[in-house]
């Protein structure tokens, strides 16, 4: 089935530390997409791509980065800059830029510990 | 002011009750507009689209009101399974503009 494929689900990592979360699509989608999601707030963008080897910083890309070197693929690295990296961190696709329709991954869920 | 605002909940109501969100957006240059459901820890999915005409999905009823920036959704006959939180979605025109309420809680009791 197609579908995003996000890991790990599960994340701990001590202060100081650069983790890499992994977001694998095969809907064959051109634009990709992260958020972060905290508690009693809306998703946020960080980070998005509308095509390979070009991506675009969201609303809150301070202490993030990312690649697109392939179109399945957008992994999202969270540095030892990100001042709160505490959060679940959602991955999305679309097959076109302006239809509203995003495909979620399942979330990975990052804690510093 | 936030972009996108609701109603954080929780809203309890027993099964076979209609229930009704609202939600208000600042940006007067939105164009489209979204109900998406969120399971708890789990991943966002879109409920549906809302047109300017409204429009209805089985029990579902989404509504806009562009003069006073805000839409609505109304779920009648609620079942178990609608538990769930419900997130508000406004873009203004391509999808990196999409913009997220934090939700709106629903717990549906027998």
């Known amino acids: 089935d197609g579908g995003i494929t996000q890991s790990p689900k599960y994340l701990f990592r001590k202060e100081g530390q650069n983790v890499t979360l992994s977001c694998e699509q095969n809907l064959n989608h051109d634009a990709m997409y992260w958020y ?20 675009q910083k969201g609303d809150i890309a301070e202490g993030y980065s990312v690649s697109r070197e392939k179109k399945e693929s957008f992994p999202l690295t969270v540095t030892s800059a990100q001042k709160n990296p505490t959060a679940f961190y959602l991955c999305a696709s679309s097959s076109q830029t302006n239809t509203g329709e995003l495909f979620f991954g399942e979330g990975s869920r990052l804690t510093v510990l | ?6 109603d954080p909940g929780p809203f ?12 208000t957006y600042s ?23 809302v ?9 579902f009823t989404a509504q806009l009101n562009r003069a006073s920036q805000y839409i609505s959704l109304l779920i009648r006959d609620s079942k178990l399974s ?7 979605v406004v873009n203004s025109y391509n999808n990196n503009d999409m913009r997220f309420g934090a939700g709106t809680r629903l717990t549906v009791k027998p």
Request: with cysteine; proline share 4%.
């Open chain 2, 12 to 23: 309890n109501v027993p099964e076979g009750a209609t229930v009704a969100f609202n939600c």
């Open chain 2, 51 to 59: 047109y300017s005409s409204g429009n209805e999905d089985g029990r």
């Open chain 1, 36 to 55: 972060r999601q905290d508690p009693g707030q809306g998703l946020r963008l960080i980070y998005y791509s509308q095509i390979v080897n070009d991506f």
């Open chain 2, 82 to 88: 609608d538990s769930a939180t419900y997130l508000c």
């Open chain 2, 1 to 6: 002011r936030k972009e996108v605002e609701q």
């Open chain 2, 27 to 49: 940006n007067s240059a939105s164009q489209s507009f979204f109900w998406y459901r969120q399971d708890c820890r789990k991943e966002p999915k879109l409920l549906m689209s």
